[in-house]
Structures are given as structure tokens and as C-alpha cells.
């Protein structure tokens, strides 16, 4: 199988681990398991999968921390990692995927901060974080990211003052940030994001 690039395993009932020699296949640039039974954790071998793109596990049961070996797959620019059992921290290396468009972690339990070092993935798109256990604040750094233009973070469970460098995010039209722990007032600079057409903030616990 080292010429297969694309091999996507989708609405089965596959259980089971992912086997580390996946990612030594040296064509792969897709990998879809999405929407299966399946547990365990990433292997650490995904760093291998030199040119691989897109890595869709979204809807199925696997869990523990997200490898910090992600960061070492360059290549990737569309991650969804949705509705697992994710967990702890999402890990600094995520900053090298400077190649990164969709990142989704949507529905899991990862929890500590949102890292800074996002705003080194100045490719990106479209972020989804909704449903976690994360806290602190958005990072001021998340005005680097001069492309996205989906930010979604309902429920993660983020908190402090909202940063005025979300409105250096020109592109931006889509942007969640309900349910969560924010306080202060709503920013005057929201105002210059003129792409915006979906802003949802719903029950702002504290928000004066």
C-alpha cells in the first residue's frame, strides 16, 4: 500500500486503535476515520506522515492527550479532531502548523489555556473549540491570525476581557463566543469587523 494517498474509513461501526504503521505509508495525504466507534489515542508515529494534509477523526470515542508529535506534521492543513474524548492540554507544538486552515476540536474535554503560540498559524481559516474545559483568556496573539474568518468558541469555558485585537481580524465572518466565563464591557472595535455577519456572544456570565 505505499502508493495509496488518500484513505478514508467514514459512518461504519469500525472500533479499535489506530495502527501506528498508517502513517509510515509515505504517499498519505488523507486520512478520514471520521464517524466510526474508535478509541484510543493518536499514535506519536503521525510525526512520520511526512506529507500528510488532512487527518479527520471526528465522531468517534478516542481519547487521552493530543500528541505533542501533531506539531511535527508540517503539512497538515485540515484538522478535525470533533466530538472525541479528548483531553488536558492542547500542546504548544500546534504553533508549527503554519500550513493549518480548519482546526476543529469541537465537544471534548481539553482543558488549560488556549496556547499563544496560535498565532503562529497565520494559514488559518476556521477554528472551532466549542464544548470544552479550557480557561483563562483569548490570547492577545490571536490578531496575527489576518485569515480566519470562523472563530467559534461557545462553551469552551474561556473567560476574562474580550482583546481588542479581534478586531484586527478584517476577514472575520463568523465569530461564537457564548456561554463562557467573560467579563467587562463588549469592546467599541467590534464595530471594524465589517465582514461579520454571525456574532453570538448569548449569556455572557458577567458581562457589563
Request: aromatic share 8%; charged share 20%.
Amino acid at each position: 500500500m505505499e502508493g495509496l494517498a488518500n484513505l478514508a474509513i467514514t459512518r461504519n461501526h469500525l472500533t479499535g486503535t489506530i495502527p501506528p504503521e498508517v502513517f509510515y505509508m509515505p504517499r498519505l495525504r488523507e486520512l478520514r476515520l471520521y464517524a466510526n466507534r474508535m478509541r484510543g489515542s493518536i499514535p506519536t508515529d503521525v510525526a512520520m506522515a511526512t506529507k500528510l494534509e488532512t487527518l479527520r477523526l471526528e465522531t468517534n470515542f478516542f481519547e487521552g492527550p493530543l500528541v505533542t508529535e501533531i506539531g511535527l506534521v508540517s503539512t497538515l492543513t485540515d484538522l478535525n479532531l470533533g466530538f472525541n474524548n479528548f483531553k488536558l492540554k492542547i500542546p504548544t507544538e500546534i504553533g508549527n502548523l503554519k500550513k493549518l486552515k480548519e482546526f476543529r476540536i469541537n465537544s471534548n474535554s481539553f482543558s488549560g489555556r488556549i496556547p499563544t503560540e496560535i498565532g503562529r498559524m497565520d494559514a488559518l481559516e476556521r477554528v472551532g473549540m466549542t464544548e470544552n474545559l479550557l480557561y483563562g483568556s483569548i490570547p492577545t496573539s490571536i490578531g496575527l491570525l489576518w485569515n480566519i474568518k470562523d472563530f467559534r468558541i461557545a462553551g469552551s469555558g474561556i473567560g476574562g476581557t474580550l482583546p481588542t485585537e479581534l478586531a484586527l481580524l478584517s476577514n472575520l465572518v463568523r465569530l461564537e463566543l457564548g456561554y463562557n466565563n467573560f467579563q467587562g464591557t463588549l469592546m467599541t472595535e467590534i464595530g471594524q469587523l465589517s465582514n461579520l455577519c454571525k456574532f453570538r456572544f448569548w449569556i455572557f456570565r458577567s458581562l457589563e
